[in-house]
Structures are given as structure tokens and as C-alpha cells.
């Protein structure tokens, strides 16, 4: 094995293949952080320019849009509160309140390194011992992805502030999931007769909505009432000198590296994507930290957690693909195609008939990762100084480019509506004090969790006494339980009716 | 606060360059162009990116200008398993500057079992663009070695065995629902949001069967983590030459689930049969056919009349086994 490794490092030696792979870093994580531009559309677009080109240069380009776009989701997320891919929701937590405190350039610096530490870890993980991971893959069947969704919403839903507002959030979220087909694919539930809303309210231009149009009309509002534009309060954002320390760096290892093992493992169950990674991560790091109230202040680990498991996630999701042919996510499926169209079957045969070809991929995405860092420096100073125009020219752009992407998600105008009204919904919300994250979430999940319960229920004949054989099942049932009554009990009582200072 | 940026004479010189852009439009627009196609045609595809049909359309874009003799703008609407894009073409008008790159779900099985905002009478074919047959497979720790001992375990409990599927009347459940209609066999049907869940269900165990088209599964075959029984094309697959198919079996039709163009009834006929003559020109080009085989599809073009004809006689058969399953 040993051999082929070094065999692969004969691909790496040629500069176009670095070439491709920035070049793709670069653009992923512009388009990463364009809202309603997702990783998945950037690369089904760009995925047919790789077929005129040789394979060397093809695919590293692919593999690095799929880096750069998992990471770029971070850039608005910490300074617009917008999120520009789902991987990057629950950078939002953390970074954008880190950034109105006004070190947006030490939220952006952190999540660069912790995605690309946590992509490190996992594609040297992936590297070594791809073979005996991709047992997992097939491990996770209906009841398994039912219980850890179960585990992923108990762990955030219910964000420490006010656990009651929390909870009638991800209701009122869950109650949003269910508008649509249902899971299995028979009724029509609340669509009221409109086409477009039979695939469900779209996710991201709700999304947009509600966490970013109540920060544009609060800033919109602040800056009409002030009436007064001073020299310092004309731009949007104060960003910082300081970038993030050594010193932060290495306290928030521990988190990075448990978050990325948590992404390798996510990415490798085929069904599940950068975004549950992301949530997970985050919910355990502030399950596990001494001092959890930091979490949603801007605390860094925060925003260490969600990167370095999502770009984690990203190798994880080349096992499933590179051994079976499955794709983890549309990214993969995406990723198959063009291997396809390059002479490259996925599958068991892959290796076996391409070692310098295979090798050489798997360390190109252990060693991009510092073509990722350097790429996104750069990237990174774009948008600072993209942050730095004068507000009154910013807000008018940001809506339109906010408009645009909630159109570009499906090419439908029904969905800049979506936003719109979910942008009241949010304002609603955020007046009154219900926390947005947990709708988001149970927002994001309801439908999987619906379809689990469901499949579960059917291959055990309508009960759940299927769940009896299912350890990892039963685990992570338990395991909820658990975090839910450590959650309440301390506390004796729900307190209710306390202002949550957000 | 605002300087006097407007000034008298600024607006209107501005005005008045509005006026002539606005008289030079109208007078563009109302000009009735002779040639058709004179502007990018749009094609529709009501899936979303990635998924087999836009991968199918993209090597479609750089042929289309030398052979259809304009630009090929392909926009993607996904939602409703297809109901939605589909739909969305019988909002414009019918000049043929609008064609639906589509497959059989939505354009025959939707329609029967769904309240779907369109009928079959909205839409005339152009072409067809290949057509693929599914594998009936079985996972690796599965007991049976050949489709007719799946099928006596089958019959003697029905409703047991638990059939994966992409999703409902998506086309492994098409699969299903001939085999249970051919061979007359009950199964239970668990539904998962896409092929790849699905295979994943029949390769751990958790489902007995599944119905995955081809290039979905091969992988899993190869690596034998999936067993194939059956296929269900007409003729046997040449990946699997072993395998029979269902027909061979003793089916009596074969279920090749197509994908095809179409614009919107209504379209005169002219620019109907020019859309069929260039698009046939171009998906018969070696070029394309070249790359729809690195894709893992094969062309298998049927011209506008016959493929009337051929959706007829599956809307027909579809009707027929979906109002016997109907409770």
C-alpha cells in the first residue's frame, strides 16, 4: 500500500494539477458564499467544462470547488448572519455574534483553519484506512438515521436561554416541515392548491428569510431612525485588526478534532450531509464544554466545531462513493457523473484498476487542504473589503444579491416570496425573543425524520419492536434521553417568561 | 443631503432617451420574425442539478448552436417528483421556444395516480431520448440464487417481502408494480428518497428487493454486495449477459422507462417539425452519442410519431395496473 501511496504522489508533481485544484478553491468559495448558490449547483454547472479536460486537471478542479464551497458558506454566514450553504448554518451561532462584537476577522480566520484542520484530519484518517470505514456505510439503515436525527434535534433544539420558547420554535418549525408531500409519497398536506409548494416550503430561501432580512431591517431601521451617518458607524461591520491568535488556535483543538472525527463518520453514512455534521458538532462541543453559556456569544469553539466537522464530512463522503458507487450527497453524485465521464467507474474496481489514479486523488485532498488555507486567505480579503463599502451601499446590494439567491435555489419565484414572508416570520420571532436556530433545524430535518419514523414503522410491520435489534438504534435513543433529562432536571422547572437577551 | 445630482436638463435629457428606448422596443417587438428558431431556445428540465437527465442534456449545449441553429439555455426546476418544472412549461407560450427535457413518471404515471395541474393532451412529443430498463436485485445475504425462487418464496407470503424503491412511482416502483402485476405478487413497499438510499437498504438487508436502474447499481454488483435476479429491458443487458429477463421469465411486456422532449400542444406544426428534425439531427450526432455512453446511457431515439405512439401504449398499460392497485 505503501507503494501505490508513492505512486500517487507522481500525479501531484505536475503544477497544473495545483492549478486546478486552487482554481476550483477559489470559485467554490465564492459560490459557497453567494446564498442560494449552493456547492451542488456550482458544481453540476462546472462539472461538464472538466470533461474537455484531462482528468488530471478535471478532477482536482472538482475537488477543490467542493472544498472551497463547503467552507465559503462561512464568509456570510459570520458577517451577514446568512448562511451561503447549509453546511454552514451553525457557523452562524456563533460567528455573527463574534462579528457584531466586532472581531469578524478572528470568526473568519477560525473558521478557515478549523475547516481546513478538520478536512486534514479526516482525509489522512481516509488515506489510511479507507478499506475497514466503509463498513460503516451500510450500517445505517432507517431506524439507525431516525434515532441519530432524534439525538441531532434534542442536542440544539433545545438552546439553553429558554428552553420553552426553544421548544415552541422547533414546533413551529417541525409544523413548516410537514406542509408538502409526505414522506412516503401519498397525500398532499396544506399545499392549498399551489404547485410550488408541493415539494414543501423551499428550504433556503426560507432559511434567508429568517435569519438574515431581520438583520437588514434592523440595520435599515437603526440607520433611517439615527438619521445622523457618522465616520465610524458607515460601515456595516467593524471588522477587526486582530486575526485569531496561536494561542486560540490550539485551545480550540480538542474541538476540532473531536468535531472532525464526528464529520468522517457522518460523511461516510450515505445519507447524511454537511449540515447534520455541522449541527451535531456544535452540539456536542457545548454539550462537553466546562462552560456552555459562552456558546452563541461568540464564543470561537463555537465556530471551530460546525467548520472542522463540515469540511470533515467531504472526505467521509468519498468512501461510500469510492467503494460502492454510492454517492454521499448530491456533491458525490455530482462527483460520479464526471468520474464517469473521465473512464473512472466508482466502485469496488476503482482502485484495484487505477492505484496511482485513486492514491493520487486521496492525497491531493490531504495536501489541498493548505491550498485551501492559502486560496482562502485571499478569498477571505475579498469579502473584507467587500464588508468595508459604506453601509448605505452595501444594504441595497446585499438585498439584491439576497433576492437573487433565493430565486436561483430552483428558479422560481414563488421562493422569493418564501422569503419574504419567512423574513416577517423572523422579525416576529427575534421581536418576541423565540430563539430562530431550533425552527431552522427541525425546519431543515422534519422531513428525514418523518421519512425514518416511517420506513422504520414499515419494515417492522407498524411497531417498533424492530428497534429491539438495532444496537446503534437503541444507543442513540438512549443517549438522547439522557441529554434531554440533563438538560431539564438541573434546572427543577422550565423557567418560563425569561427575556432572552438576543 | 442629496445634492443636486437631477438636475432640470439632466432629466430631461434622461427622459427623453427613455422615450426612443422604449419606442425602438415596442417597434422590435412588434416585428414578427420569419426563421425559426431566432432567439436561445430554453429547455426545462423539472429535476434537479446532478440527477441523470441534466447530465444528459449538458453535452447537448455545445452541439446546439451549429445544429439546432441557436443556443441552448437549460434551465433547472426541480419539486413535486417532476410536477413542477413540467408544469411550468404551459405557462409560456406556445411557439416552441420552450421545450421539456422529461421522464416517464411525470408525463404518464403522475397523471393517473396524482392531481397533477396538466394532462397528457398538453404536451406533443418531439423525440425520444433513450429509454432504460431496471435490474431486480437481491442483497448478498439473501437465500435466493434465482428469480423464480424469489418468486415462490413470494407467493406463498404475500405482503412480507419489503421492496425498496427511490421513492413513490418512481421507476424502480414502476419495476415493482409490474412485477407484482405479471407475476401476480404482493409486496411491501418502503419508499426512500433516492436510488442510492434504496440500494443501500437491499445491500445491508433491511429490504428483500429492489429495482435500480443500471449505472445506479453497477458498483454494488460488481463488489457483489447486490445480487441480480431479472432485468426488466427487452433484451438482455450486456453488462449482465446471465441474467434474463422478465419477459424470459414470462412477463409479458418489458418496462424501459423513456426520457424525451416535448413542447407545448398548440405549438404549429411547422416549427414542430422543424424542433424534430434538428433535435433528432443533433442526439443521432456522434458526438453526443459518444458522450451519453461516457455517461453510462445509451441512446435510443424514437422520432416524434412513433413516440406518440409508444406513450400511448404505456399510458395505457399504466392505467391498467394502477387502477388494479388502487384500494
Not at chain 1, 413551529?172 to 398536506?189: E, K, N, Q, S, Y
Request: hydrophobic share 50%.
Amino acid at each position: 500500500m505503501v507503494g501505490t501511496i508513492a505512486q500517487g504522489f507522481s500525479f501531484l508533481v505536475d503544477p497544473a494539477v495545483w492549478g486546478a485544484l486552487a482554481a476550483g478553491v477559489f470559485i467554490g468559495a465564492i459560490a459557497g458564499a453567494l446564498p442560494g448558490i449552493t456547492t451542488t449547483t456550482a458544481m453540476a454547472m462546472l462539472a461538464p467544462v472538466t470533461f474537455y479536460l484531462p482528468v488530471r486537471l478535471g478532477i482536482p478542479f472538482l475537488l477543490g470547488l467542493y472544498k472551497g464551497g463547503v467552507w465559503g458558506g462561512a464568509i456570510t454566514a459570520i458577517l451577514l448572519n446568512l448562511p451561503g450553504t447549509n453546511a454552514s448554518i451553525a457557523t452562524t451561532f456563533d460567528g455573527y455574534p463574534l462579528a457584531k462584537k466586532g472581531y469578524a476577522r478572528k470568526a473568519l480566520d477560525m473558521s478557515l483553519y478549523a475547516s481546513v484542520t478538520g478536512e486534514l484530519i479526516s482525509s489522512s484518517i481516509l488515506l489510511l484506512i479507507m478499506g475497514p470505514l466503509s463498513a460503516i456505510a451500510l450500517k445505517f439503515g432507517p431506524p439507525e438515521l431516525f434515532a441519530l436525527i432524534v439525538f441531532a434535534i434534542a442536542l440544539i433544539g433545545i438552546s439553553g436561554d429558554d428552553p420553552l420558547k426553544a421548544l415552541v420554535s422547533a414546533l413551529i418549525g417541525l409544523v413548516l416541515a410537514t406542509i408538502g408531500i409526505d414522506p412516503l409519497g401519498g397525500a398532499l398536506r396544506y399545499t392549498l392548491g399551489i404547485v410550488e409548494l408541493r415539494s414543501g416550503i423551499s428550504f433556503i430561501p426560507a432559511m434567508i428569510g429568517m435569519l438574515c432580512l431581520p438583520e437588514l431591517l434592523s440595520i435599515f431601521s437603526q440607520r433611517v431612525l439615527r438619521r445622523s451617518v457618522s465616520a465610524e458607524g458607515r460601515t456595516l461591520l467593524e471588522v477587526g485588526r486582530e486575526g485569531l491568535t496561536l494561542g486560540e488556535y490550539l485551545r480550540c483543538v480538542p474541538t476540532m478534532v473531536r468535531s472532525a472525527l464526528l464529520g468522517l463518520v457522518i460523511g461516510i453514512i450515505p445519507a447524511l450531509s454537511q449540515v447534520i455534521a455541522a449541527l451535531l458538532a456544535y452540539g456536542l462541543e457545548k454539550r462537553l464544554s466546562p462552560k456552555p453559556e459562552k456558546f452563541g456569544q461568540g464564543a470561537l469553539e463555537g465556530i471551530a466545531a460546525p467548520e472542522a466537522a463540515n469540511n470533515a464530512v467531504n472526505s467521509g463522503a468519498m468512501v461510500p462513493m469510492l467503494t460502492f458507487g454510492i454517492p454521499g450527497d448530491l456533491v458525490t453524485a455530482v462527483l460520479i457523473g464526471a468520474f464517469m465521464a473521465n473512464n473512472l467507474k466508482p466502485g469496488p474496481t476503482l482502485i484495484r484498476d487505477n492505484p496511482r489514479i485513486m492514491y493520487g486523488l486521496l492525497l491531493l485532498m490531504v495536501l489541498g487542504n493548505f491550498v485551501m488555507l492559502v486560496v482562502g486567505k485571499i478569498c477571505m480579503g475579498i469579502f473584507i473589503s467587500a464588508i468595508k463599502i459604506p453601509a448605505e451601499y452595501l444594504v441595497p446590494a446585499i438585498s439584491v444579491l439576497v433576492v437573487l439567491g433565493a430565486f436561483s435555489a430552483n428558479n422560481s419565484l414563488f421562493d422569493v416570496w418564501t422569503m419574504i414572508a419567512c423574513g416577517f416570520l423572523g422579525c416576529f420571532l427575534k421581536r418576541y425573543g423565540f430563539p430562530i436556530p431550533p425552527l431552522l433545524i427541525t425546519f431543515l430535518l422534519g422531513y428525514r425524520l418523518e421519512m425514518y419514523l416511517s420506513q422504520t414503522l414499515l419494515l417492522g410491520n407498524g411497531s417498533l419492536s424492530i428497534l429491539r435489534a438495532r444496537p446503534i438504534a437503541l444507543w442513540l435513543l438512549l443517549t438522547t434521553l439522557i441529554v434531554w433529562g440533563w438538560a431539564v432536571v438541573p434546572r427543577g422547572r422550565f423557567r418560563v417568561g425569561q427575556r432572552t437577551a438576543s | 443631503m442629496v445634492k443636486k445630482l437631477i438636475t432640470r436638463s439632466r432629466l430631461t435629457a434622461i427622459s427623453a432617451g427613455v422615450c426612443v428606448f422604449l419606442a425602438v422596443a415596442v417597434l422590435a417587438l412588434g416585428c414578427k420574425s420569419e426563421t425559426f428558431p431566432d432567439k436561445p431556445i430554453t429547455m426545462i428540465i423539472p429535476f434537479s442539478a446532478g440527477g441523470a437527465n441534466d447530465m444528459m442534456s449538458r453535452p447537448m449545449v455545445p452541439l446546439a448552436k451549429e445544429i439546432l441553429g441557436q443556443p441552448l439555455n437549460v434551465t433547472l426546476m426541480p419539486g413535486a417528483s417532476g410536477v413542477t418544472g413540467t408544469a411550468a412549461v404551459l405557462q409560456k407560450p406556445a411557439d416552441g421556444y420552450t421545450v421539456l427535457f422529461v421522464t416517464e413518471g411525470p408525463m404518464t404515471v403522475l397523471p393517473i395516480v396524482q392531481q397533477v395541474p396538466y394532462k397528457r393532451s398538453d404536451f406533443t412529443p418531439i423525440c425520444r431520448l433513450n429509454t432504460s430498463g431496471m435490474v431486480i436485485v437481491t442483497g448478498k445475504s439473501s437465500p435466493w440464487k434465482t428469480f423464480n425462487e424469489a418468486v415462490e418464496a413470494i407467493r406463498k407470503e404475500p405482503g412480507k417481502y419489503a421492496f425498496a424503491t427511490a421513492g413513490l412511482y418512481s421507476t424502480p416502483h414502476m419495476a415493482m408494480l409490474a412485477l407484482e402485476n405479471e407475476f401476480g405478487l404482493s409486496f411491501k413497499h418502503v419508499p426512500f428518497d433516492g436510488g442510492g438510499a434504496a440500494n443501500v437498504a437491499v445491500a445491508s438487508g433491511d429490504c428483500h428487493l429492489g429495482a435500480p436502474n443500471l449505472s445506479v447499481a453497477q458498483a454494488l454488483l460488481k463488489s457483489g454486495d447486490l445480487k441480480p435476479l431479472a432485468v426488466t429491458s427487452e433484451k438482455r443487458m450486456p453488462e449482465l449477459p446471465d441474467v434474463p429477463t422478465i419477459k424470459e421469465l414470462g412477463a409479458k411486456v418489458s418496462v424501459e422507462p423513456w426520457r424525451g422532449i416535448f413542447v407545448k400542444a398548440g405549438t404549429p406544426d411547422n416549427i414542430v417539425k422543424i424542433l424534430r428534425d434538428r433535435f433528432g439531427k443533433l442526439l443521432n450526432d456522434k458526438r453526443y452519442v459518444q458522450e451519453l455512453e461516457k455517461l453510462g446511457e445509451r441512446l435510443d431515439y424514437l422520432d416524434g410519431p412513433d413516440f406518440q405512439r409508444a406513450w400511448d401504449e404505456g399510458f395505457k398499460y399504466w392505467s391498467d395496473v394502477l387502477s388494479a392497485q388502487k384500494k
